[in-house]
C-alpha cells in the first residue's frame, strides 16, 4: 500500500520538510507518480518508525539576548554552548535568538519549536531557563518531555536570588511595554529603561 507525502508525515509524526530532507540523505526511498507526486510504501513507513525514524536526532544549544547592544554577549553564549556540546561529543547546532524573553514570536524560538514537534531534537541546552522564556519556559519543558527531548540547563549552579530574579522581570516588563509606547528606538524608551534601571540598582 502506497501512503502520499502528507499521510507519511502523520504516521511518522515528522514534519513534511524532514521527509524531503531524508529522502535526500537517501534514508527514504519513495516513488514518483507519473504526475511526479511521492508515494511511499507503508510497510517501509512503520519500518522506520519502529527503528527511531531512521534517522539520528540532533542535539540544538539555543542562546538568546534580548536587545542589539548586547550582541557581544550572544557570541559568548552561543559559543560556551557549542563548547559544552563538543565537549561531550554530540552533534549539535546553535540557534541564536534576539528578542525579548517576553516574545513568543521570535524566529530562532518558532524554529526550536518545529524541529522539536517534528521529532528532530535529542536534547535542548541552554545557559539558564529565563534565555528560552522569561515566563512560560515551563510550557517548552512540557513539550520537550511530550517529544522526548532532553533539557539540559548548563548554568544551574549560577541560579540568582528571588530579588534579582523579580527585578530582572519588571525591567523585562517595563521595557517591552515602553516599547510599544514609544518605540525601540525612541530618546524617550531608552531614557525610561535607563531610569528604571537605576532605580534597580539602588533597590
Known sequence: MKASIGEASRILGVAQVTLR????????????????????????????KAAGNGCERITIAYARVSSHDQKEDLARQAQALSDFCTCHGWIHEVIRDLGSGMNYHKKGLRMLLNRITAGE???????????????????????????????????????????????????????????????????????????????????
Not at 529522502?23 to 507503508?42: A, I, N, S, V
Open 21 to 48: 530532507r531524508w529522502e535526500r540523505e537517501g534514508k527514504l526511498h519513495p516513488e514518483r507518480t507519473e504526475g511526479g507526486q511521492r508515494r511511499y510504501d507503508l510497510d517501509q513507513l512503520i519500518g522506520q
Open 121 to 203: 531534537v535529542e536534547r535542548l541546552v541552554i545557559t539558564h531557563k529565563d534565555r528560552l522564556l522569561r515566563f512560560g519556559a515551563e510550557l517548552v519543558f512540557a513539550l520537550c518531555e511530550q517529544f522526548h527531548t532532553e533539557v539540559i540547563i548548563i548554568n544551574h549552579s549560577g541560579e540568582i536570588s528571588y530579588e534579582e530574579e523579580l527585578t530582572q522581570d519588571v525591567l523585562e516588563i517595563i521595557t517591552v511595554f515602553s516599547a510599544r509606547l514609544y518605540g525601540s528606538r525612541s530618546h524617550k524608551n531608552k531614557r525610561l529603561i535607563e531610569q528604571m534601571k537605576e532605580a534597580a540598582r539602588e533597590g
